[in-house]
Antibody, heavy 120, light 107 residues
Framework: QVTLKESGPVLVKPTETLTLTCTVS??????????VSWIRQPPGKALEWLAH???????SYTISLKSRLTISKDTSKSQVVLTMTNMDPVDTATYYC????????????WGQGTLVTVSS | DIQMTQSPSSLSASVGDRVTITCRAS??????LNWYQQKPGKAPKLLIY???SLQSGVPSRFSGSGSGTDFTLTISSLQPEDFATYYC?????????FGQGTRLEIK
């Protein structure tokens, strides 16, 4: 059974750095055919893909946030970590991690999401 | 970036209706188009990938079609559990992008 679960702070202050962890089970981060993505959704708004990482450590970032994002993985812990620097209130959103199928790049399993609020 | 535009943005329909949602890409994306369903407070759920392939476990009343720039998601006979927001997503190139969503409401 494939599961993903996000963890991290629920509240961050402006200018702080957000660190989110996605812990996966039911598949391995060394699996060559899949990867893990981060996607966010501001309240009442659409989905926005942020980044993904595959087993060979191939990474990709959304252009508009590339300077603020870092994605990494710890295969032994089955964890993928996303850091976002210089947080702003507009970054308030539910952050999801999702498994991405390599090649076709669709998201077949999602975590429950974690709401992160940016406020002083 | 490839822009994805869905229409309509919202739609009212009744149980048993046939419903079609369209998604248009700003450039050709071949068949690299996926559809998701999202219910309030829940994570999105994959319905269709590669334009027309039904994800395992998804009811056969859902179908997808299209290629190039124009795509459709069809629900052949709406069920009460289908009232939700639907998103298309292109996977032709990064950055991966989603449509703005279509909210399907009960008439």
């Amino acid at each position: 059974q494939v599961t993903l679960k996000e963890s991290g702070p629920v509240l961050v202050k402006p200018t702080e750095t957000l660190t989110l962890t996605c812990t996966v089970s039911g598949f391995s981060l060394s699996n060559a055919t899949v990867g893990v993505s981060w996607i966010r959704q501001p309240p009442g708004k659409a989905l926005e893909w942020l980044a993904h990482i595959f087993s060979n450590d191939e990474k990709s970032y959304t252009i508009s946030l590339k300077s603020r994002l870092t994605i990494s993985k710890d295969t032994s812990k089955s964890q993928v970590v996303l850091t976002m620097t210089n947080m702003d209130p507009v970054d308030t959103a539910t952050y999801y991690c999702a498994r991405i199928q390599g090649g076709r790049d669709y998201f077949d399993y999602w975590g429950q999401g974690t709401l992160v609020t940016v406020s002083s | 970036d490839i822009q994805m535009t869905q229409s309509p943005s919202s739609l009212s329909a009744s149980v048993g209706d046939r419903v079609t949602i369209t998604c248009r890409a700003s450039q050709s994306i071949s068949r690299y188009l996926n559809w998701y369903q999202q219910k309030p407070g829940k994570a999105p759920k994959l319905l269709i990938y590669a334009a027309s392939s039904l994800q395992s476990g998804v009811p056969s009343r859902f179908s997808g079609s299209g290629s190039g720039t124009d795509f459709t998601l069809t629900i052949s006979s709406l069920q009460p559990e289908d009232f939700a927001t639907y998103y298309c997503q292109q996977s032709y190139s990064t950055p991966l992008t989603f449509g703005q969503g279509t909210r399907l409401e009960i008439k």
